[in-house]
């Protein structure tokens, strides 16, 4: 399969320097260097093609290649910042050849520096995900056994309700009243108006006189006088004719 060649990054100006060797191992400083008077000028192109990336010095208006520089990883030594700035960088070129030389780069603006360090962090980070997700591939994974063991059994707990609201439980339906043989209890009645008690009779007796024998008559006629005056009106009205002393004397 055909990999074509991805453009990363460009920067339409970058300076090369010629910097002198490098003589401990405290790093890189570009204020050994000679900023006044860059030895070129031109274009800088971050490309990459499969897992290879590469910064490459163009000619602004050619584009005829002047330098390029290889990077297996970052930071490595194919790249390098300075120790006393975050605009200068020391790169690693090779020719066809591979033959190699060191030469510094820099940048008017700090922005430019800082992207050229966030496209290289994406770049090895995106290939370092999908070497884990090949190596994910090549594992093989452990598959979860979800099938029953002989002799295991479940229960489930099924509750259905019909459409007149009543629960079906075992096939049957269950009717809402809770009463033994399927009878509900009534509610109680509300609460009715209590009537009055009937006021009591006090009979009519003269003081001078001993209250008589309830089995006496005239007693008896005394004690019941109201309602059998009572009886006398509602006779009258009944029989018009009839004396009303007789009903007296009954």
């Given at each position: 399969?055909?990999?074509?060649?991805?453009?990363?990054?460009?920067?339409?100006?970058?300076?090369?320097?010629?910097?002198?060797?490098?003589?401990?191992?405290?790093g890189y400083r570009a204020a050994d260097w000679n900023l006044a008077e860059p030895e070129w000028t031109g274009r800088m192109k971050l490309v990459s093609k499969g897992n290879d990336c590469t910064i490459k010095l163009e000619d602004k208006n050619s584009g005829e290649l002047f330098a390029k520089c290889p990077i297996e990883t970052y930071p490595g030594m194919a790249i390098e910042a300075v120790a006393d700035s975050s605009r200068y960088f020391v790169l690693r070129i090779q020719d066809d050849?591979?033959?190699?030389?060191?030469?510094?780069?820099?940048?008017?603006?700090?922005?430019?520096?800082?992207?050229?360090?966030?496209?290289?962090?994406?770049?090895?980070?995106?290939?370092?995900?999908?070497?884990?997700?090949?190596?994910?591939?090549?594992?093989?994974?452990?598959?979860?056994?979800?099938?029953?063991?002989?002799?295991?059994?479940?229960?489930?707990?099924?509750?259905?309700?019909?459409?007149?609201?009543?629960?079906?439980?075992?096939?049957?339906?269950?009717?809402?009243?809770?009463?033994?043989?399927?009878?509900?209890?009534?509610?109680?009645?509300?609460?009715?108006?209590?009537?009055?008690?009937?006021?009591?009779?006090?009979?009519?007796?003269?003081?001078?006189?001993?209250?008589?024998?309830?089995?006496?008559?005239?007693?008896?006629?005394?004690?019941?006088?109201?309602?059998?005056?009572?009886?006398?009106?509602?006779?009258?009205?009944?029989?018009?004719?009839?004396?009303?002393?007789?009903?007296?004397?009954?």
């Open positions: 399969m055909e990999t074509y060649e991805s453009v990363l990054l460009v920067k339409n100006e970058v300076f090369v320097f010629k910097i002198p060797p490098r003589a401990t191992n405290r050849n591979g033959r190699s030389a060191f030469i510094g780069i820099g940048f008017t603006d700090r922005s430019d520096s800082f992207d050229l360090n966030v496209a290289l962090q994406d770049h090895f980070k995106r290939l370092q995900n999908d070497q884990e997700i090949e190596k994910e591939k090549d594992t093989p994974k452990q598959q979860l056994d979800l099938s029953f063991k002989e002799g295991q059994t479940i229960k489930i707990n099924m509750k259905i309700t019909k459409k007149d609201g009543n629960e079906v439980t075992g096939g049957r339906p269950k009717p809402k009243g809770g009463a033994a043989g399927g009878l509900g209890f009534l509610p109680p009645p509300p609460g009715g108006v209590k009537m009055p008690a009937p006021p009591k009779l006090t009979p009519t007796s003269s003081p001078s006189h001993q209250p008589k024998s309830s089995s006496d008559p005239a007693a008896q006629a005394d004690n019941w006088g109201e309602f059998a005056s009572a009886n006398e009106e509602s006779a009258q009205a009944a029989s018009p004719s009839t004396n009303q002393s007789s009903w007296v004397q009954f």
